[in-house]
């Protein structure tokens, strides 16, 4: 991110026409002999003195010859001022850009670490803008809206209700974006991605760091970018699936941090990378709601991750297994599962009731993000 501290923006800059008429007054040239001298008019003289007019290269040479000052002090000069009406002209945009800033969750962007930390008073909120703006890579609020608001065309939610900020959604979505391209994996290989299943749902049992690490590691491999990025208020996205320069993006939010939610969005993510490889398509979903879809191809993510992590077979041996804390930890050792993904699983199809003392047998976790 831009360190906008360290940019010199000087309070104001004079035309380069000033230094011309100071040049001229000391050595008693009239606009008229400067005309004559340069072989141009003398509005155009006129212009370059009240600095509407830009002193261009053939024109610095020839100022050159005719005062023996550099061309690149005028070229330089004439650089300068431009910029600081163009900064001037920013400025007032930026004033005008407020309303749209105000749109994003700015206290949990500033937690996050996107943002310049600061009262939220409307004097602060308006250095935010290019901050803003530097985030996520666009020129303008009319970029971002190009660019990140006519993204939600392409947005395929689990649940729609639940997501309708999309400035917030678009902020996450940035987050991930910017750790993804900091990441170099494999080319993508689908087959190779279906092997390592096993080894991925392997880590259930592992412990938060190792996870993290090891998970990134296997996807990586396989093609596939994984990231982690907190969730952010307004967003109600537990992870996201898409493709972002050609490669499979998984984004996780850690939504409610509990490793049964954990492991199903990841594998419902995977599930859309493999069954649903369209490259424009962007996937929402949120697996802590409880709140259930009827969108097709959310309902085969769905089954994809379940059968990954409860195959038919071992989800008919539970349907037969006593709602005892010793049972459940003797199945899960058994099928390589942590507990608490099968206490999430028996919560889900009802077996047992979400506030029943054996979910104390769930972990939550704090994957923290790479960078």
Same mark, same amino acid.
């Given at each position: ?190 087959? %190779? @991605? =279906?092997?390592?299943?096993? $080894?991925?749902?392997? &880590?259930?049992?592992?412990?938060? /760091?190792?996870?993290?690490?090891? !998970? ?81 191809? %959310? @309902? =085969?993510?769905?089954?994809? $991750?379940?059968?990954? &992590?409860?195959?038919?077979?071992? /989800?008919?041996?539970?349907?037969? !297994? ?50």
């Amino acid at each position: 991110m831009t360190d906008h501290n360290l940019l010199y923006q000087p309070t104001e800059v004079s035309p380069p026409g000033d230094t011309l008429r100071d040049l001229m007054d000391e050595r008693d040239l009239t606009q008229a002999e400067l005309s004559r001298r340069l072989g141009r008019p003398t509005q155009t003289i006129n212009e370059i003195l009240a600095g509407k007019k830009e002193i261009t290269e053939d024109t610095a040479i020839e100022l050159e010859r005719v005062l023996q000052v550099p061309a690149h002090f005028w070229l330089t000069r004439e650089a300068q001022y431009r910029e600081y009406l163009a900064r001037l002209r920013a400025m007032q945009a930026n004033r005008d850009a407020v309303p749209w800033v105000k749109t994003f969750p700015l206290k949990a962007m500033q937690e996050a670490r996107v943002l310049p930390t600061g009262r939220l008073v409307p004097k602060f909120v308006e250095t935010l803008v290019e901050p803003m703006l530097s985030f996520f890579g666009v020129a303008s609020p009319e970029g971002w809206a190009a660019q990140y608001d006519q993204l939600q065309v392409q947005f395929r939610r689990a649940k729609p209700d639940a997501q309708t900020d999309v400035a917030a959604i678009t902020a996450w979505l940035r987050m991930g974006e910017i750790q993804a391209q900091q990441r170099e994996v494999s080319d993508f290989d689908a087959a %190779e @991605l =279906e092997r390592a299943l096993p $080894a991925m749902r392997a &880590l259930t049992v592992a412990d938060a /760091a190792t996870i993290g690490r090891e !998970l990134t590691r296997l996807c990586a491999q396989v093609g596939v970018v994984l990231v982690f990025v907190p969730a952010l208020q307004g967003t109600h996205v537990s992870g996201v699936a898409r493709w972002l320069h050609g490669k499979p993006l998984v984004q996780l939010s850690l939504l409610g941090k509990w490793n049964d939610v954990f492991w199903f969005s990841f594998f419902h993510e995977i599930g859309h990378i493999l069954k649903h490889p369209a490259r424009r398509a962007v996937y929402l979903d949120d697996a802590s709601s409880g709140k259930q879809t009827t969108a097709p191809e %959310e @309902l =085969e993510a769905d089954r994809f $991750a379940s059968e990954v &992590l409860m195959p038919s077979a071992l /989800a008919q041996a539970l349907d037969q !297994l006593p709602l005892t804390r010793k049972d459940i930890e003797a199945f899960a050792a058994q099928t390589q599962l942590h507990p608490g993904i099968v206490v999430g699983h028996l919560q889900h199809h009802g077996r047992l009731p979400w506030a029943h003392p054996l979910t104390q047998l769930k972990a939550r976790y704090d994957i923290q993000p790479r960078v």
